[in-house]
């Protein structure tokens, strides 16, 4: 179900609290912030703790990203819990530097939703992803 137009900031608001109490984005460093249409938009600082063994940041790391964005810019749409079903990742360059991940909803229906997913270090386009989430009849999100 669509969130009301009068019950979307607060949602929103929530699901960023949400992010930001996880023990992943205090280990990775990771903020959420909804942008005008209301699309999670990640920003990750650069950290070699996450490198890989030659020097550039690990494509786990960017898979993080991927699933976060598509799972957050989903669950700003339903006020029920939504769950990660599949997603993919497509590596296309090399980065060292601060990250940014967007998603965007390709489809969202009543079970199913499906997104695409951009992560950025710069101007360069470092991996895209798509995946699918499942709208759960779960109806609130779990105390922080």
């Known amino acids: 179900m669509a969130i009301p137009a009068e019950r979307r900031a607060a949602h929103l608001a929530r699901l960023t609290e949400l992010f930001h109490a996880a ?11 909804y942008d005008a249409e209301h699309r999670a938009v990640f920003t990750q600082p650069y950290n070699p703790g996450f490198d890989h063994a030659l020097g550039e940041i690990h494509g786990g790391a960017i898979a993080t990203l991927i699933d976060n964005a598509g799972w957050f810019t989903v669950a700003g ?8 079903v599949e997603f993919q990742v497509r590596l296309l360059g090399r980065a060292k530097e601060a990250l940014v991940a967007r998603g965007r909803i390709v489809n969202a229906g009543k079970r199913l939703a499906t997104t695409t997913m951009e992560v950025h270090a710069g101007d360069r386009l470092v991996a895209i992803g798509s995946g699918t989430f499942t709208i759960t009849t779960f109806q609130s999100l779990p105390p922080l």
């Open 23 to 33: 023990p992943i984005a205090r280990s990775m460093g990771t903020r959420l912030a």
């Open 77 to 84: 749409e339903y006020e029920t819990w939504v769950a990660t």
